[in-house]
């Protein structure tokens, strides 16, 4: 079963030199950019990182120092990127956790301010992880009924796209309510839901260093808006601060703020605590 889409969705993968968001840059990138109308765009983009590949990077992709020579840097790419990506959804297998944090980190290194907050982020891992919680592998053999071995070739992003691709589909065939009889185990196709169901944590920064919190009155009782939807606030999820409602942090004690943006945090999480600064700030 094809997804319900309200605006284009890119599913994607990405391949890098490691796994901290800091140091470590992509060295290839593969999307398909789904429409409403199911049109689909493919593209498998190498990128030169501007470092060498570690030898287990190379042993585990093959992708070589030597591939990505000759092939743009991200931040070549970066604003061909984002115009690409605007005004869509993503989905990918374990993207809320690595792939988008990483994504969202080489924007910024390339001064693009691509805001994913806009985004619903759809991620077929928690999905699966909640559902039958194994690997991709697994999940393809039983949503689509076939090994993944005999279809692709392992760790290559435009293979682990594809496959991705066709799981998300076999997931909303499997969990549509005519083929459920426990209401737990239902998925609707509607891209909100999804996005939804695939959150692992309530983090408002994608490391976790500033996390969600339902606002409380003094008996303990959690407050409503006007809506009837819980209200919430940002508070720190480290150091000294921890637990404290990150607006009144950085009123009480200003320096907090720039000492975060000249330390080593993820441009995320400077970002993040940017923007609630200059909400509080054109809220006075």
Known sequence: MKPNLLKPLVVFDLETTGLDLV???IIQISF??????????RENI????????PSSVVALTGISDADVADAPTFKQKAKELADKFSGCDFAGFNSNRFDIPMLAEEFLRAGVDFDFSKCRLIDMQNIYHKMERRNLAAAYKFYCGRKMEDDF???RADQDTEATWRVLQGQLDMYAPENQSEEDRVLNNDMEELAEFSKMNDFVDF?????WEDMKDQDGKVLLDATGKVRRHEIFNFGKYKGWDVA???RKDPGYYSWMLASDFTYNTKQVLTRIRLREFNNK
Do not use: M, Q, T
Not at 32 to 41: A, L, N, R, S, T
């Open 248 to 250: 009144e942090v950085l």
């Open 23 to 25: 140091s470590d840059r």
């Open 46 to 53: 190498f990128i030169n990182p501007e470092r060498p590949i």
């Open 32 to 41: 398909i950019k789904i429409y409403p109308d199911w049109k689909e765009e």
């Open 207 to 211: 490391a976790g260093r500033i996390v």
């Open 153 to 155: 070739e392992a760790h």
